[in-house]
């Protein structure tokens, strides 16, 4: 299983978890609302992702078991984009295409909930919430303490604000971490019960978020055998932690495997890299492991049953048409990346409905010519069809090889560089190099579709007036901040503020966190 793969599933439940807790502005909490938490959105959440690991490491512990070192390829996705569909908090009847037959025939095989898991993950929500209880007394010491000192309603408002706004901060991080935490109950509930498995290689996600107390461990295979050793070193290991592990097998090629000794001298030599001390991740842990000789065999819910029965193939353009009510045109776009688009689409559409109505959908370069055509009918409804044909032509000679996607100012849809997205691999690749050369701010094709999104959000709030708030925010972070459009990438810093925008609203909605995407984030939210 490899980390993309964990860090779809865990984007997933971030952004369900974060949906559980409703909390009020300033101004909402100064009139009296409180903080509400769906305790039930939590734990379906969570037990979905733990129902997702363990399904993706049983499957992969099956194939290695019955092909030894002879293992085929296969494209997680296949199970990935099925299952997720499926449990993906949503309401099940969705379900992307190429299901996995495996998992349809046999779903007790896969799918098996964990009794003792979902009594954890049951008690467990509940203390999650502790922190957010004294919220209402926080609350009113506020604004008494405002009140006393003479402050005007809108300044008692913001001090709110700043409260409401750890409490935000809080929900955050319990999101990642939680995410992390059931991840990996997943992939230890499988690996410890298969015969295959001696061992769990914990894989960091490395990019400049990493913390020293993951990187140290990267790649570190951990006994099986060894209780307190694995417990101590299963993800979470600090807040936020978005380490995971993978079952490691005698049919991998042999590694060192870690033992205290090790451990020891690694963190005497880097004392950062001593994890924090959760003591609910190791007593939790070690239950699962020392638990397996009692566990009985669980059956599958009857929700679950429910999942395999309805499920449906649906193609990409399909889903699109079904679920997300909108035409896009995929001939000659890889299926992977097309499935892809429709996550992000997905997303986009639930956050920004206002622009969603003036979208159009996607299509590729080398079948855009239809699209093109009706939005010059539109705009010159006096032409003849040979002119409507001749400017429809200049049109789409006028893209540039090295363009990956584009669209236009009164042009409903995105349309994506065939040549580039025919290829999934390749095209994966020619980003990351992007990316690593610092010309652009993310490193998938969702972020690519992100980036074309956000030029329609700029031109939808050019069109409502706004046109020059963004200058103005450009020039405040300048001045203010020290932030420059050179922060975000080589892409926003020469190429105008079109690009700069669009790049901003690519690298927030991928979920950058560095400074200059927060605050874009937030002056959006705004100016929206």
Same mark, same amino acid.
């Given at each position: 299983?490899? *980390?993309?793969? #964990? !860090? /779809?599933?865990?984007?997933?439940?971030? $952004?369900?978890?974060?949906?559980?807790? =409703?909390?009020?502005?300033?101004?909402?909490?100064?009139?009296?609302?409180?903080?509400?938490?769906?305790?039930?959105?939590?734990?379906?959440?969570?037990?979905?992702?733990?129902?997702?690991?363990?399904?993706?490491?049983?499957?992969?512990?099956?194939?290695?078991?019955?092909?030894?070192?002879?293992?085929?390829?296969?494209?997680?996705?296949?199970?990935?984009?099925?299952?997720?569909?499926?449990?993906?908090?949503?309401?099940?009847?969705?379900?992307?295409?190429?299901?996995?037959?495996?998992?349809?025939?046999?779903?007790?095989?896969?799918?098996?909930?964990?009794?003792? *898991?979902?009594? #954890? !993950? /049951?008690?467990?929500?509940?203390?999650? $919430?502790?922190?957010?209880?004294?919220? =209402?007394?926080?609350?009113?010491?506020?604004?008494?303490?405002?009140?006393?000192?003479?402050?005007?309603?809108?300044?008692?408002?913001?001090?709110?604000?700043?409260?409401?706004?750890?409490?935000?901060?809080?929900?955050?991080?319990?999101?990642?971490?939680?995410?992390?935490?059931?991840?990996?109950?997943?992939?230890?509930?499988?690996?410890?019960?298969?015969?295959?498995?001696?061992?769990?290689?914990?894989?960091?996600?490395?990019?400049?978020?990493?913390?020293?107390?993951?990187?140290?461990?990267?790649?570190?295979?951990?006994?099986?055998?060894?209780?307190?050793?694995?417990?101590?070193?299963?993800?979470?290991?600090?807040?936020?932690?978005? $380490?995971?592990?993978?079952?490691?097998?005698?049919?991998?090629?042999?590694?060192?495997?870690?033992?205290?000794?090790?451990?020891?001298?690694?963190?005497?030599?880097?004392?950062?890299?001593?994890?924090?001390?959760?003591?609910?991740?190791?007593?939790?842990?070690?239950?699962?492991?020392?638990?397996?000789?009692?566990?009985?065999?669980?059956?599958?819910?009857?929700?679950?049953?429910?999942?395999?029965?309805?499920?449906?193939?649906?193609?990409?353009?399909?889903?699109?048409?079904?679920?997300?009510?909108?035409?896009?045109?995929?001939?000659?776009?890889?299926?992977?990346?097309?499935?892809?688009?429709?996550?992000?689409?997905?997303?986009?559409?639930?956050?920004?409905?206002?622009?969603?109505?003036?979208?159009?959908?996607?299509?590729?370069?080398?079948?855009?010519?239809?699209?093109?055509?009706?939005?010059?009918?539109?705009?010159?409804?006096?032409?003849?069809?040979?002119?409507?044909?001749?400017?429809?032509?200049?049109?789409?000679?006028?893209?540039?090889?090295?363009?990956?996607?584009?669209?236009?100012?009164?042009?409903?849809?995105?349309?994506?560089?065939?040549?580039?997205?025919?290829?999934?691999?390749?095209?994966?690749?020619?980003?990351?190099?992007?990316?690593?050369?610092?010309?652009?701010?993310?490193?998938?094709?969702?972020?690519?579709?992100?980036?074309?999104?956000?030029?329609?959000?700029?031109?939808?709030?050019?069109?409502?007036?706004?046109?020059?708030?963004?200058?103005?925010?450009?020039?405040?972070?300048?001045?203010?901040?020290?932030?420059?459009?050179?922060?975000?990438?080589?892409?926003?810093?020469?190429?105008?503020?079109?690009?700069?925008?669009?790049?901003?609203?690519?690298?927030?909605?991928?979920?950058?966190?560095?400074?200059?995407?927060?605050?874009?984030?937030?002056?959006?939210?705004?100016?929206?």
């Amino acid at each position: 299983m490899n *980390v993309a793969t #964990f !860090l /779809k599933i865990h984007k997933k439940a971030e $952004s369900r978890i974060l949906r559980a807790f =409703s909390i009020p502005s300033g101004e909402e909490a100064y009139r009296g609302k409180k903080i509400s938490i769906d305790h039930t959105a939590i734990m379906n959440a969570l037990e979905a992702v733990f129902l997702l690991s363990k399904a993706l490491s049983i499957y992969d512990l099956k194939r290695r078991e019955k092909r030894k070192r002879n293992i085929r390829q296969y494209s997680e996705d296949d199970l990935l984009s099925d299952i997720l569909k499926a449990i993906d908090f949503r309401g099940y009847e969705n379900i992307a295409k190429r299901p996995v037959r495996e998992i349809r025939e046999d779903p007790l095989s896969y799918l098996k909930p964990s009794p003792f *898991v979902n009594e #954890f !993950l /049951k008690e467990y929500t509940f203390t999650l $919430s502790e922190p957010f209880e004294r919220h =209402s007394r926080e609350i009113e010491e506020t604004v008494r303490k405002g009140m006393y000192e003479g402050k005007a309603y809108l300044d008692i408002a913001e001090d709110l604000e700043r409260v409401m706004g750890g409490y935000l901060n809080r929900a955050d991080v319990i999101a990642t971490t939680e995410s992390t935490r059931a991840f990996s109950l997943g992939i230890l509930d499988a690996g410890i019960e298969s015969p295959v498995t001696d061992g769990f290689q914990f894989v960091s996600v490395m990019d400049n978020h990493t913390t020293e107390i993951c990187s140290q461990r990267d790649h570190m295979i951990i006994p099986k055998d060894d209780a307190d050793l694995l417990a101590e070193n299963t993800p979470p290991l600090h807040p936020r932690c978005r $380490s995971t592990l993978v079952p490691h097998t005698i049919y991998d090629p042999k590694r060192k495997a870690l033992t205290r000794e090790e451990l020891g001298r690694i963190h005497n030599e880097y004392p950062e890299a001593i994890p924090v001390n959760r003591q609910v991740d190791r007593d939790v842990v070690k239950a699962l492991i020392s638990s397996r000789k009692m566990t009985p065999t669980f059956l599958v819910t009857e929700d679950i049953k429910r999942i395999v029965d309805k499920a449906k193939e649906l193609s990409p353009e399909e889903y699109a048409r079904q679920v997300l009510e909108v035409e896009c045109d995929y001939r000659g776009i890889d299926e992977s990346l097309a499935e892809e688009i429709n996550e992000v689409l997905e997303e986009l559409k639930e956050k920004y409905p206002q622009i969603w109505e003036q979208f159009g959908g996607v299509t590729s370069t080398q079948h855009s010519r239809a699209a093109w055509t009706e939005f010059f009918e539109s705009r010159y409804p006096d032409a003849s069809p040979r002119q409507i044909a001749d400017v429809v032509g200049r049109q789409l000679r006028s893209v540039k090889p090295n363009v990956i996607a584009y669209t236009a100012p009164g042009f409903k849809k995105i349309v994506v560089k065939s040549s580039f997205w025919k290829n999934a691999s390749e095209f994966q690749e020619t980003l990351r190099d992007q990316f690593e050369k610092g010309w652009l701010c993310t490193n998938t094709p969702g972020g690519s579709i992100a980036h074309e999104f956000g030029h329609k959000v700029k031109y939808f709030l050019d069109d409502a007036g706004k046109k020059r708030e963004f200058t103005s925010w450009v020039t405040r972070m300048r001045e203010e901040k020290g932030v420059t459009l050179g922060d975000v990438s080589r892409y926003a810093r020469d190429c105008g503020h079109d690009e700069a925008f669009a790049e901003l609203f690519a690298g927030y909605t991928t979920g950058r966190k560095e400074e200059v995407f927060v605050l874009f984030g937030e002056w959006l939210k705004g100016v929206l």
